[in-house]
C-alpha cells in the first residue's frame, strides 16, 4: 500500500519561513509529478506548486517568488520552502504524488493528509 506522510507545518510569524516534506512509500515503481495544494477554512483546495520528475516547475501567482518547490527521486519526497509566509498562507497544506502503483499495475494519484499551516500577523 503506498502512503505519502508529511511534516513540517506548524504555527509561525508573518516575514517567517516553514519547509514542508512530503514522503512516498510503498509499492512504488515510479512517480511522475508531485506537488502541493492547499486549503484554507470555507475556501477550494488550489494548487501551490508542482514538479516533474525532470524537475519542471509550476507554481501559483500567490506564491510565485515566495515559494520554492523541490524534490529527491532517491527518497521519493518532495518538499516546500515557503518564505515571507503572510496571513493568506494559512491553510492545510496536501502533498499529492502520481505515481505507478505496483500493487493495481496503474498510474494513481496519492495525496498525504494534510498538515496545518499558520500564520500569525
Known amino acids: 500500500q503506498v502512503q505519502l506522510v508529511e511534516s513540517g507545518g506548524g504555527l509561525v510569524q508573518a516575514g517567517g519561513s516553514l519547509r514542508l516534506s512530503c514522503a512516498a512509500s510503498?509499492?512504488?515503481?515510479?512517480?511522475?509529478?508531485m506537488g502541493w495544494y492547499r486549503q484554507a477554512p470555507g475556501k477550494q483546495r488550489e494548487l501551490v506548486a508542482t514538479?516533474?520528475?525532470?524537475?519542471?516547475?509550476n507554481y501559483a501567482d500567490s506564491v510565485k517568488g515566495r515559494f520554492t518547490i523541490s524534490r529527491d527521486n532517491d527518497k521519493n519526497t518532495v518538499y516546500l520552502q515557503m518564505n515571507s509566509l503572510n496571513p493568506a498562507d494559512t491553510a492545510v497544506y496536501y502533498c499529492?504524488?502520481?505515481?505507478?502503483?505496483?500493487?493495481?499495475?496503474?498510474?494513481?494519484?496519492?495525496w498525504g493528509q494534510g498538515t496545518q499551516v499558520t500564520v500569525s500577523s
Open positions: 514538479i516533474t520528475r525532470g524537475g519542471s516547475t
Open positions: 499529492y504524488a502520481h505515481l505507478f502503483d505496483t500493487t493495481s499495475g496503474t498510474w494513481r494519484t496519492y
Open positions: 510503498g509499492r512504488i515503481f515510479s512517480i511522475n509529478n
